[in-house]
């Protein structure tokens, strides 16, 4: 299981990698891509058939990605998810988040199994600082009920 300090660890790694945001923009998770660069991420899109994804040049796999990655962030189809995640361990990055739809079974065993930093079922904008009132307001709500990592 994760705790705050794995959040924090994660969300300190200034240089991610990011896989999932679609090429046309208007997924979900283009937004948290949008967001997160507003926050002063360096994002390095992971799109196996993009040139680019919201403006910037985009790595067709993991093992092409430039090694000063802290961090892995997915949100893609669970399905999809331990290909990735075994393609992060081969190029050495021990921090992935899997935002909320994106984990598998498979995915966090070998996660578990080959000691990568690992959070799942979380969204990261509520963690991401300065977080919208409305992921504060959410973050807030989780602590209430008792499900805020401690």
């Given at each position: 299981?994760?705790?705050?300090?794995?959040?924090?660890?994660?969300?300190?790694?200034?240089?991610?990698?990011?896989?999932?945001?679609?090429?046309?923009?208007?997924?979900?998770?283009?937004?948290?891509?949008?967001?997160?660069?507003?926050?002063?991420?360096?994002?390095?899109?992971?799109?196996?058939?993009?040139?680019?994804?919201?403006?910037?040049?985009?790595?067709?796999?993991?093992?092409?990605?430039?090694?000063?990655?802290?961090?892995?962030?997915?949100?893609?189809?669970?399905?999809?998810?331990?290909?990735?995640?075994?393609?992060?361990?081969?190029?050495?990055?021990?921090?992935?988040?899997?935002?909320?739809?994106?984990?598998?079974?498979?995915?966090?065993?070998?996660?578990?199994?080959?000691?990568?930093?690992?959070?799942?079922?979380?969204?990261?904008?509520?963690?991401?600082?300065?977080?919208?009132?409305?992921?504060?307001?959410?973050?807030?709500?989780?602590?209430l009920l008792g499900?805020?990592?401690?």
């Open positions: 299981m994760y705790t705050i300090t794995t959040i924090d660890d994660f969300l300190g790694h200034k240089a991610l990698a990011f896989a999932g945001a679609s090429r046309s923009g208007r997924k979900f998770v283009n937004t948290v891509y949008r967001d997160l660069k507003k926050k002063g991420y360096q994002l390095h899109p992971v799109h196996p058939q993009a040139q680019t994804v919201e403006g910037d040049p985009c790595y067709h796999s993991i093992a092409e990605l430039p090694p000063q990655i802290g961090g892995l962030f997915i949100c893609v189809a669970p399905d999809e998810t331990g290909q990735l995640v075994r393609q992060a361990h081969e190029a050495g990055i021990r921090h992935i988040w899997l935002q909320q739809g994106a984990a598998s079974e498979d995915a966090i065993r070998f996660c578990d199994e080959n000691s990568i930093s690992l959070i799942h079922g979380e969204c990261i904008l509520m963690f991401a600082e300065p977080a919208h009132w409305l992921h504060r307001t959410h973050r807030w709500c989780w602590k499900k805020l990592p401690e």
